[in-house]
Structures are given as structure tokens and as C-alpha cells.
């Protein structure tokens, strides 16, 4: 792996938080994502489950987690199975965990293969109440790919039909909503990449660049710091292509006058960082650009100091629509009397800014959380607003991550340039 190790004593901290959650005499299975196939013999570039990493640190495909707490034999309390590698997989595909390295990295002493599953799990299963098995229960997930865990979920009911099942996602939001202070360190360690690609950018950028140079540049800065490159599919947008919130294409040259809209962020260690800049192609905003930029600044650094504990979800959403009114009026966008005629569902605002504010951040860049639970130490936040002007050819959004503390928030990102005249500076030093 490119990352340095992790160590085991954050996923031995998960695993404890967890326990306290189940129910009397519960069994916990997680399983590994699959590796998704192309076309012939082609697949993707492996991602693992992030809810068997967060209590693993296992970074390996057919892998499968067994949490039992309460079960009478201590060795089987925690178990996890791995692919037992020879010599035809290690000349082909390299090295895979042994169970000593398997030990180190998780802190879980029972080992062993995954083609030993189904007898070691009979000795297990009779001993449960009731069964927590996963699923993928994000609200913006509308995948119709059936994963390794949807699978075993049908698999499991057929063999054991009369055991009661429960529901593991509710308490994975509740438990991956809250960074430990490991997690904060590998969050920020994909800030600080990302912000070494981002400065490397503000060197690079100038009229005639295409995006998609834009975009190897990033990535040679991620991978040469043991990033493996993207948190997220990066889009790079010129001129009116900002006013395309997912414009991912890439493929145009950056004019001069246009600005450039960067949603751009390095992962480290799964951990994933989301930042967005608004940077002039030539090095000067205009006068308007500028008014825009200020304005999309202005509304960050409010929201920013909203992402506090105690606050919830909708409120803050609510309270960020009414400044970010405050700024359209300014700009000549929208009126007053706008605002008086709109209907209460689809504000005048989302006109030029339609999407919200902030999402949780972690091993998923939109991570798991439940937006009904007011904000809590702990808790990472982006805080990303935007005004999108499409008759204008003119897009600016402003993004960091933001840790929320005890003591108000910290931003991670604060290093990373954000003031109009800083940027400036920088492309023209």
C-alpha cells in the first residue's frame, strides 16, 4: 500500500464502539466489495467497502468480517476470513495479507480463509439471536449494480431463514459520523495534498491549457505524495462548463477572461478530501467575476461559522438560502420582489445556486450520516457555496472540510488559498 500504515488501534476502537450498539447475543457479517468487471478479461481498479475498512483497515477483496461478542468461545468473538494466496496468484497479482500481517494491521487474532468460512461460521451462527447484516442505505443511492453484500443478504435468508435479521447501516451512521482523532490525522493528510496540487496549479494554469492537463498535473502531485490519486471523479470546468455542477468531460481549452472552477481533491489512505477553488484562467478576475467571487465568499465564510455543535441539518441549510438571497440581490440576479412571489419549495435562489451547502466527509467523500441528528464534536463537514450564472458563462463555488469541535470548528483546509487577492498573487509571482 502507498500509504503509511494505520495502525491497528483505531479499528480495535471501532470494533469496542460498536458493541455497546447490538442487541443481546448479536452477530455482526460484513463483506468486501467485489472487483467490478470491464469487458473480456478487464476489471476496475479495486475499492473496498468502507464499513469493513473502517473496522478493519483491510484493504483486499474477498475479505469478510465476523463480530460475535457474546459468544461463548473468546476465539470466535472476533474472526476474519481472507484469501489464501499461492504461488499462481502472488506471480500474477503480488503479494496478499498473510495472517500474521492480517493480525497487525486489525488487532483480530482468529485468522483464517475464506474456503474455511462455512465451517467455522456453523460454530458461530447457532450461537446469535439475531444477525446484522449491511447494506448500502445512503438516500442519494440509486445504484442498480447488486453488490457482494446485497447477495450474501439473499444468500443468508435462504440457509438461515428463522434467524432474526437487523439493520447494520444505522449504526455505521451513527458510529462513522463521529472522526476519531487517527481519522482527523488521515483527513488531513488529504488536505495537505491537496493542497500541494492545488498551489502546483496556480503555477500551472494560463490561456491555451486544457482540462484534461489540468487533470495530470493533479494527479502526478497526489500520486508522487502516496495519494492513489482522485478522492472523486475531479471535474475541471471552463468557462460556462462551471455551470455544469458534475461536468467531468475535461476536454476543453481554458480561455482567456473565462474562470476556472476546480472541484479537485486527493484521497489518503481511503480517506477522502473535497475542495473547490474559482481561479482566473489569465490571473485577474474582472470586475465582475470578482463581485461574484466575493459574494460566493462571503456566504461561505457565514455558513462556515454555522457548522457548529448543536446546530441541525435543515436549519442551517435554511439560514444559508436567506444570505445567499442577501447576495443574489446584491448582484442583480434575483429581486425582492422575487423572494415575495416564490414558492417556499423551490426558492428564487436555486436558480443560480441549486444544490446544498454541506454533506458529512470521511471514507465516503458524501459519507454516511443522518442529517436528523444535530451536528456534534467530531462530525466533517464540507461547506461549499456556489452561485452558477449560465447566461453569463459564469460559475464559482468555494469549498472546504470542516471539523466541527467543542469550541466552534477548525477548518482543515485553511492552509489552502482561498481570499481573491491571495490567488491572484500566487498565479502572477
Known amino acids: ?20 450498539l447490538l442487541k443481546p447475543k448479536s452477530l455482526v457479517i460484513l463483506n468486501s466489495n467485489d472487483i467490478m468487471p470491464t469487458n473480456a478479461d478487464g476489471s476496475m481498479g479495486f475499492k473496498q467497502n468502507t464499513d469493513l475498512f473502517y ?73 446469535a439471536d439475531y444477525v446484522y447484516l449491511n447494506t448500502n442505505e445512503h438516500t442519494r443511492n440509486d445504484s442498480q449494480v447488486q ?5 450474501f443478504v439473499n444468500e443468508f435468508r435462504e440457509k438461515y431463514p428463522i434467524h432474526a435479521l437487523a439493520r447494520l447501516a444505522p449504526l455505521m451512521h451513527q458510529l462513522r459520523a463521529i472522526k476519531q482523532p487517527r481519522e482527523i490525522e488521515l483527513l488531513q493528510k488529504a488536505c495537505d495534498i491537496t493542497k500541494l496540487g492545488f498551489e502546483r496549479l496556480l503555477k500551472f494554469v494560463k490561456p491555451g491549457v486544457e ?27 471552463s468557462g460556462a462548463n462551471a455551470c455544469v455542477l458534475h461536468y467531468i468531460q475535461n476536454d476543453r481549452p ?25 481561479i482566473p484562467v489569465n490571473g485577474r478576475f474582472t470586475k465582475r467575476q470578482r463581485d461574484v467571487y466575493d459574494a460566493v465568499l462571503r456566504v461561505f465564510k457565514a455558513a462556515k461559522g454555522m457548522l457548529v455543535a448543536g446546530n441541525i441539518w435543515d436549519e442551517y441549510h435554511l439560514e444559508v438560502g436567506k444570505i445567499m438571497e442577501s447576495e443574489l440581490i446584491g448582484l442583480g440576479l434575483i429581486t425582492k420582489d422575487d423572494i415575495a412571489k416564490q414558492d417556499p419549495e423551490t426558492p428564487a435562489y436555486k436558480k443560480y445556486f441549486p444544490h446544498g451547502t454541506s454533506h458529512f466527509l470521511g471514507l465516503d467523500i458524501h459519507d454516511v450520516g443522518n442529517k436528523y441528528r444535530r451536528f456534534e464534536p467530531g462530525m466533517v463537514f464540507t461547506c461549499e457555496p456556489g452561485i452558477y450564472i449560465r447566461e453569463e458563462g459564469l460559475g464559482i463555488r468555494l469549498e ?30
Open 211 to 237: 482540462e484534461f492537463e489540468i487533470e495530470a498535473e493533479l494527479l502526478h502531485e497526489f500520486v508522487r505524495n502516496r495519494s492513489k490519486g482522485f478522492a472523486y471523479q475531479p471535474i475541471i470546468a
Open 1 to 20: 500500500m502507498r500509504y503509511a500504515p494505520i495502525g491497528k488501534d483505531l479499528f480495535i476502537e471501532n470494533r469496542r464502539r460498536l458493541t455497546p
Open 400 to 429: 472546504n472540510d470542516i471539523l466541527i469541535t467543542q469550541n466552534g470548528n477548525l477548518d482543515l483546509m485553511a492552509h489552502i488559498p482561498i481570499e481573491a487577492e491571495e490567488i491572484e498573487e500566487m498565479m502572477n509571482r
Open 254 to 278: 481554458c480561455k482567456d477572461g473565462d474562470v476556472l472552477l476546480l472541484d479537485v481533491a486527493a484521497e489518503y489512505a481511503n480517506y477522502g478530501a473535497d475542495l473547490t477553488r474559482s
Open 147 to 151: 453488490t457482494r453484500e446485497t447477495r
Open 55 to 127: 473496522f478493519t483497515g483491510v484493504d483486499q477483496e474477498e475479505t469478510i468480517l465476523v463480530l460475535s461478542p457474546e459468544h461463548p468461545d473468546e476465539k470466535l468473538r472476533e474472526v476474519l476470513f481472507l484469501r489464501e494466496t499461492n504461488e499462481m496468484i502472488a506471480i500474477w497479482e503480488g503479494e496478499k495479507l498473510t495472517k500474521e500481517q492480517a493480525r497487525e494491521v486489525t488487532g483480530i487474532k482468529t485468522i483464517y480463509w475464506t474456503h474455511q468460512y462455512e465451517t467455522v461460521f456453523r460454530n458461530i451462527i447457532f450461537e
